[in-house]
């Protein structure tokens, strides 16, 4: 019970830690409109143009991402739905797992995810049990559950054969599997891994 508590806390501190780097971007996004909006020279009338359209640029990305199921976990029903997932999300993950009775490791893996899609919206996060998924679990040689696929615009650019290339014994933190998928191209941002820095720095000083 103590484990559940403090697993349960220390969500809590990622989820606060996300929604309060969500309400700085956006105060910084407003402070930066309204500068723009003072702007009146002609020459920096121009870079206000450039730099109001690359804010609506990013405001337009954001809500297909929201469309498109970007922010939670999602499991997919079938091969079709991640075809179509595949489609519609520039960079996704998917976890190929045991479903049922699964193990310890694949529990934790799940509740990562689940952070991780949460604290990176440019990536869909999903998972699909493996006995629903026949053909993909052939073409990608899926022999170990769970097993990450990352897909980029369509193409599969990395596969991680059970957990031991995040961590050697299988189990990490939703930071260590932050900083993998940075280390390989696939995530840029590190939100989970700065948070876990900060707390260690925290512990150190008290």
């Given at each position: 019970e103590e484990d559940m508590s403090k697993s349960a806390m220390e969500q809590v501190a990622v989820e606060r830690a996300i929604l309060g780097a969500a309400q700085q971007v956006e105060r910084a996004l407003d402070d930066e409109i309204q500068r723009l909006d003072e702007l009146e020279d002609s020459e920096l009338a121009a870079i206000r143009r450039k730099r109001m359209d690359e804010l609506r640029a990013r405001a337009g990305e954001h809500a297909k991402w929201e469309r498109n199921g970007h922010g939670g976990l999602a499991e997919m029903a079938g091969e079709r739905d991640f075809f179509q997932a595949a489609k519609d999300s520039d960079r996704l993950l998917l976890a190929f797992t045991r479903g049922g009775a699964s193990?310890?490791?694949?529990?934790?893996?799940?509740?990562?995810?689940?952070?991780?899609?949460?604290?990176?919206?440019?990536?869909?996060?999903?998972?699909?049990?493996?006995?629903?998924?026949?053909?993909?679990?052939?073409?990608?040689?899926?022999?170990?559950?769970?097993?990450?696929?990352?897909?980029?615009?369509?193409?599969?650019?990395?596969?991680?054969?059970?957990?031991?290339?995040?961590h050697p014994s299988g189990r990490f933190t939703s930071a260590r599997l932050e900083e993998v998928l940075v280390s390989v191209g696939f995530l840029e941002e590190t939100p989970l891994l700065d948070l876990q820095s900060r707390k260690e720095e925290d512990e150190c000083s008290d």
């Open positions: 193990s310890v490791f694949e529990r934790e893996l799940m509740e990562h995810l689940a952070v991780l899609a949460r604290a990176h919206m440019e990536c869909r996060v999903v998972y699909i049990k493996a006995d629903k998924a026949p053909y993909l679990t052939e073409k990608l040689n899926v022999k170990i559950l769970p097993t990450l696929v990352l897909v980029v615009k369509g193409r599969t650019e990395k596969t991680f054969h059970g957990l031991s290339e995040i």
